[in-house]
């Protein structure tokens, strides 16, 4: 499967950049009035999230400039091609499908609950670990009560 879109995991969940979905849409309007007029159907921290000067662009004199972008849910991302009513919009909706179903195959399901177990199991023995010096700090402290 080619990647059409970058897809980040944070928190477990998968989001996409709207600024790289809008540029993949190869859509006419300005990036601002399209967020502004298709956001609005959309929850803020639910649906997608802002991102301040997040999106690094390097334009033709070569001078970086950062721009606002938002982290959008792929259910978000899926809803916004539908809308597009392009062709662009209805390769990019089935790309984001098959990451969906990708993540959500229940060796992928496995693996993720696997490697979650391990870090959680990392951070219990190391705690467990301090407690056992703590504990032994303050056994000479507690005899002498």
Partial sequence: ?????????KDDQQLVSARDLYKGLELKKKFSAWAEQNF??????ID???EPESYL???????KRKYDDFALSLDMAKQL???SRTEKGKQYRKYL???EQQWNNPAEVIRRGYALAQEQA???TLENAN??????????????L
């Fill in 81 to 83: 091609c539908l809308l």
């Fill in 40 to 45: 609005k159907d959309f929850e803020e921290n």
């Fill in 122 to 124: 990392k951070k219990l």
């Fill in 97 to 99: 499908i098959q990451v």
């Fill in 131 to 144: 407690l056992v010096v703590e504990n032994r700090l303050m056994k000479p402290k507690a005899r002498l």
């Fill in 1 to 9: 499967m080619v990647e059409l879109i970058k897809v980040q995991v």
């Fill in 48 to 50: 997608y999230t802002r």
């Fill in 57 to 63: 662009v390097m334009s033709g004199n070569g001078v």
